[in-house]
């Protein structure tokens, strides 16, 4: 029996055509919970050595919205990494003088 040759342009219109139907399903189906996954943590810095190891373990960039947050969390109080932009270095500067 011989292998049959995929018609991709085909395949791209019949899932073009299905994508809101499936969506629709994923969304109405399953609607966004927030769900507590741990419970109990000490304190607040346990709290985000678990987060940034999440995201690590799970190769997520960081939220556009917050990429400076966690950069300057990461650097500053965790101080992982040797890089960062210049907006980190000019507020740990900024802390610094102030201690």
Same mark, same amino acid.
């Given at each position: ?8 342009t ?9 994508f ?8 109405? %189906? @399953? ?20 987060l940034? %190891? ?5 190769n ?10 966690f950069? %300057?969390? @990461? ?5 992982? %990494?040797?890089?960062?932009?210049q $907006?980190? $270095? ?7 003088? @102030?201690?």
């Amino acid at each position: 029996m011989k292998k049959k040759k995929k018609n991709i342009t085909l395949i791209r219109h019949k899932m073009e055509l299905t994508f809101s139907l499936r969506r629709r399903e994923v969304v109405e %189906g @399953q609607p966004m919970e927030g769900t507590i996954v741990l419970h109990d943590l000490p304190d607040l810095s346990t709290a985000f050595a678990y987060l940034f %190891g999440l995201l690590y373990a799970m190769n997520i960039d960081y939220p556009k919205e917050m990429r400076y947050t966690f950069e %300057g969390i @990461q650097t500053i109080f965790f101080e992982l %990494g040797s890089r960062c932009s210049q $907006r980190i $270095r000019s507020l740990k500067t900024k802390l610094l003088l @102030q201690i």
